[in-house]
Nanobody, 124 residues
């Protein structure tokens, strides 16, 4: 069982940066794939980035080159560094976790554990 708690959201101007953090509880954190989804108002939830237990990562085309996902297994934390933010990045960002392999999760997009979300607002 993994419980997730996000922090770091807020209001930022376009072109700025934010770093989201997700703290996980549970002894199995290091064995789980960790990731981020987001959902903008009136839109479907979309995949942002994910990272395997060994540090292999993948990002969506919308954020590639601007967002970086990383993890610290010793601290049970996963980060999402967001640079060059755009108004279209405005959304609630959710931390996710799942014990299945990253290559499976890339295909299914289904994660077992979800955090409550943190709001990111990018002003133009």
């Amino acid at each position: 069982q993994v419980q997730l708690g996000e922090s770091g959201g807020g209001l930022v101007q376009a072109g700025g940066s934010l770093r989201l953090s997700c703290t996980a509880s549970g002894r199995s954190f290091s064995s789980h794939v960790m990731g981020w989804f987001r959902q903008a108002l009136g839109k479907e939830r979309e995949f942002v980035a994910a990272i395997s237990r060994w540090g292999n990562s993948t990002e969506s085309a919308a954020v590639k080159g601007r967002f970086t996902i990383s993890r610290d297994n010793a601290k049970n934390i996963v980060y999402l560094q967001m640079n060059s933010l755009k108004p279209e990045d405005t959304a609630v960002y959710y931390c996710v976790a799942d014990p299945r392999p990253l290559n499976i999760l890339i295909k299914t997009g289904k994660y077992d554990y979800w955090g409550q979300g943190t709001q990111v607002i990018v002003s133009s």
